[in-house]
T-cell receptor, first 113, second 115 residues
Framework: NAGVTQTPKFQVLKTGQSMTLQCAQDMNHEYMSWYRQDPGMGLRLIHYSVGAGITDQGEVPNGYNVSRSTTEDFPLRLLSAAPSQTSVYFC????????????FGEGSRLTVL | QKEVEQDPGPLSVPEGAIVSLNCTYSNSAFQYFMWYRQYSRKGPELLMY??SSGNKEDGRFTAQVDKSSKYISLFIRDSQPSDSATYLC???????????????WGLGTSLAVNP
């Protein structure tokens, strides 16, 4: 059972470039989300989805887009990368009725030069 | 004032010690309380989950919630070097319109258990 799989694990971008972080889960979870984790700031919610075709903004959505065309996949797109988006990004999923019991991927470390 | 406060440490203890990790919060609507463990360069994993007040025990780990004081604790007995990690508290309240509960996270406490 793979759980939550994130790719790539590491990425270096130049300012202004775009890219997509991939997230896939094989647990049939309705809820999927993207967090970023920064020193001194903790985990901050970027976007989340409660099912295919449904997405919503979290705490820090600016500069990021998401879509949810299938239950399994929830990609995060950086439209025009900025140094402030240098961070570790985590995808997390859960059953909709779960009360905070999230399953996390291993993270994607992004550096924007 | 942040909704959840957690001392970042670092906390360094000898192997076998009892460890106490704590979070305080300000929102009395919180009902669900979680502790996540995060090893270096890994994603967080759920360690303990508690609803409302009281204690919950799982092996060497005990989670305690005191809603009257707005204070939660995680105790680790007979600590091991493998317990060295960052421990994050998280909590949530009632359902929002999307049928999903917003999680509020502590910043995490870094724990080192020395052999």
């Amino acid at each position: 059972n793979a759980g939550v799989t994130q790719t790539p694990k590491f990425q270096v971008l130049k300012t202004g470039q775009s890219m997509t972080l991939q997230c896939a889960q094989d647990m049939n979870h309705e809820y999927m989300s993207w967090y970023r984790q920064d020193p001194g700031m903790g985990l901050r919610l970027i976007h989340y989805s409660v099912g295919a075709g449904i997405t919503d903004q979290g705490e820090v959505p600016n500069g990021y887009n998401v879509s949810r065309s299938t239950t399994e996949d929830f990609p995060l797109r950086l439209l025009s990368a900025a140094p402030s988006q240098t961070s570790v990004y985590f995808c997390a999923s859960s059953y909709l009725a779960a009360r905070g019991e999230l399953f996390f991927g291993e993270g994607s470390r992004l550096t924007v030069l | 004032q942040k909704e959840v406060e957690q001392d970042p440490g670092p906390l360094s203890v000898p192997e076998g010690a009892i460890v106490s990790l704590n979070c305080t919060y300000s929102n009395s609507a919180f009902q669900y309380f979680m502790w996540y463990r995060q090893y270096s360069r890994k994603g967080p994993e759920l360690l303990m989950y508690t609803y409302s007040s009281g204690n919950k025990e799982d092996g060497r780990f005990t989670a305690q919630v005191d809603k009257s004081s707005k204070y939660i604790s995680l105790f680790i007995r007979d600590s091991q070097p493998s317990d060295s990690a960052t421990y994050l508290c998280a909590m949530s309240g009632s359902l929002n319109a999307g049928n999903n509960r917003k999680l509020i996270w502590g910043l995490g406490t870094s724990l080192a258990v020395n052999p």
